[in-house]
């Protein structure tokens, strides 16, 4: 903020060159008026001298009498007195005066006057985050991003009118998989767009993608909510067609589930995940297939696909730290990879203990999957919060690593460490 300051200053030291020059100068042509009278008094006063005593040698010969004289020298006097240059240095000394107060005054009224209405008026809060913004832009992946992200969101709460600064926001938070804090911050941006549907809806399909990752892929009320709201405004909507699609793939309805995804890529052919989104309509496709064949065939699914057959219970010495109703997340997830889970089960502490499937029919989407992988991480987490993002209090459990191999295999985990 050093620079925006320094700016100000200068443009109000020159805002007061334009006011207290033409002060500075008009007391300059008082004063050089004031030289000039001085002059001339002096030369009238000189005149007066050398008159009278042509008048005095005059009655001295005897060439004017005293009545002559006297009125002769009453008419000098007189003409002298014409001269009221001492009463104009005295206005101009009282003019000069005034100048210098009102300079001064100038000089202080106008610097508080300016930032006094530009605080009121002026957009000094959106100065400073658009400079947090710069920041951040330099910043991503630096240590100090964390910190950067808290000062801009304390900003835009106190001055929420900003979208550039959500959509920042929003934006870093989610490549962070700071997926709560994202879906907020896309929220917030959403409904300052409210005017502009199209451009409300996009940030609606936003909102429930942040959702949907915070959820680790459950399609649960809050992302099923933000999919509405982004089609109500944009039928064509691509983010929340393209999450459609995951659903309707979970679910084993393969044929509208590629409707989906080539409806995304008519509308945005050349997007970014335009070859995933081919890879997933192409692997709906497979399935359909398979699964026809299988119906025409009678044969029996494959029993070689992965399949991590997980039992789960709680420590007792933490039964006093949860409530039945509390979220229990059971997935799996790429060993020092990407913590987005291939596959991925929500129960509740209520139903411990349990044991759940994790394989390719529990992934979040055709582009991640149990198969896929060599090696994975299996989490069992104890959500506060109800999201599968760990924050301190949680309650989890790990595994790893994991072996994927064809065909079942068992793992017994118990949760009995609290995340700080």
């Known amino acids: 903020m050093l620079q925006f300051w320094v700016l100000a200053a200068l443009l109000i030291l020159l ?28 030369q009238n006063i000189a005149i007066f001298r050398h008159r009278l005593a042509e008048l005095d040698e005059e009655k001295a010969m005897g060439h004017l009498d005293d009545s002559q004289y006297d ?13 009221v240059e001492g009463e104009e240095s005295q206005a101009l000394q009282a003019g000069t005066t005034r ?35 710069a920041q951040m832009e330099q910043a991503e992946g630096v240590p100090d991003v964390e910190e950067l992200l808290t000062q801009l969101e304390t900003r835009l709460h106190e001055n929420p009118n900003n979208p550039e600064g959500w959509f920042m926001l929003a934006r870093t938070r989610m490549s962070l998989g700071q997926y709560a804090q994202s879906a907020e911050a896309f929220l917030q941006l959403a409904k300052l767009l409210e005017s502009e549907p199209r451009e409300a809806a996009a940030i609606y399909g936003l909102y429930a993608q942040a959702l949907y990752f915070a959820s ?12 509405k709201e982004a089609l109500d405004r944009n039928p064509e909507e691509i983010n929340s067609i393209g999450l459609l699609g995951i659903r309707a793939f979970e679910e084993g309805n393969y044929a509208q589930a590629a409707q989906y995804w080539e409806k995304v890529l008519e509308l945005n052919p050349d997007g970014p995940n335009s070859d995933a989104v081919r890879g997933g309509i192409e692997r709906a496709r497979a399935l359909i297939a398979e699964n026809e064949l299988q119906a ?17 219970s709680l420590d007792p010495a933490l039964n006093g730290q949860v409530s039945p109703t509390d979220t229990l997340f059971i997935y799996a997830r790429e060993l020092n990879g990407s913590p987005m889970p291939v596959a991925i089960v929500r129960k509740q502490v209520q139903d411990l203990p349990l044991t759940v499937n994790l394989d390719d029919s529990t992934a979040m989407g055709p582009m991640a999957k149990l198969s896929s992988l060599e090696q994975v991480e299996v989490v069992a987490r104890i959500s506060k919060q109800g999201t ?24 017994e985990m118990v949760i009995s460490d609290v995340i700080q």
Do not use: C
């Open 71 to 83: 009125a002769l020298k009453a008419e000098l006097e007189a003409t002298l007195l014409t001269d």
């Open 99 to 133: 100048m210098r107060w009102l300079a001064l005054v100038l000089v202080i009224t106008v610097p508080l006057v300016s930032l006094g209405l530009y605080f009121k008026w002026g957009a000094y809060e959106g100065v400073e985050q658009r400079l947090l913004i």
């Open 296 to 312: 025409a065939s009678g044969s029996l699914p494959d029993t070689d696909a992965p399949q991590l057959q997980v039992t789960v």
């Open 216 to 227: 680790q892929g459950t399609f649960d009320q809050s992302v099923m909510g933000a999919i």
């Open 15 to 42: 805002a007061l060159l334009f006011v207290v020059e033409p002060l500075v100068r008009a007391r300059r042509h008082r004063i050089r008026q004031e030289q000039m009278n001085v002059e001339r008094r002096a």
């Open 388 to 411: 599968p993002t760990a924050n301190p209090g949680d309650l989890q459990g790990v595994i790893a690593p994991v072996q994927v191999t064809p065909g079942a295999q068992s793992l």
